[in-house]
């Protein structure tokens, strides 16, 4: 029985506009950024640094202006702790969302599950959430098996991929 493509709905009101972030997890910063800011030459903007998160990561980005990827390279303050930032390489992947709260919404009703947490501040100072890698009962659609964090695109990077689709 062969299954006919899906297409995405036509009533979805929101936009995913592209890539804002993927984060790396490993045993070591260190040698995450051997091959990512020394090797392949990243910058590395900023650092974060949560107990309750168990990370300690850095911030690196590539590209410019509105089309600039952060890279976060992050390993577990505590290795024995959760959340293993460390135990899924690529530990997730962020994507530039132009309304944040009417996706959050829409994919709710749709079946989406979300991590706990809700809309909140991120590491880079954007609202964000989070898919949930594993689906459920009471919500059948996830990221199967890769979390995927949703951030608000900032006005500049709604107009910039705006006038690329132009």
Known sequence: MSQRPLR???DRP???LGIQQIAIGGTSKIRLQKLWVEMLGLEVTGT???ERENVDEDICAMG???FKVEVDLMQPM????KPAVHA???NHVG????DLPKAVAWLTAQGVRFAPGGIRKGAAGFDICFL???ANDEFPIAGEGVLIEMVQAPPEVVAAFAKLAA
Do not use: E, M, Y
Request: charged content about 25%; overall charge neutral; glycine content about 4%.
């Open 64 to 66: 410019v202006g509105p």
């Open 14 to 16: 929101f936009k995913v």
């Open 95 to 98: 994507l530039w969302i132009d």
């Open 48 to 50: 974060f640094q949560s």
């Open 8 to 10: 995405p709905a036509q």
């Open 132 to 134: 949930h890698p594993k």
């Open 88 to 90: 899924t390489p690529l």
């Open 78 to 81: 505590d290795i024995d702790k």
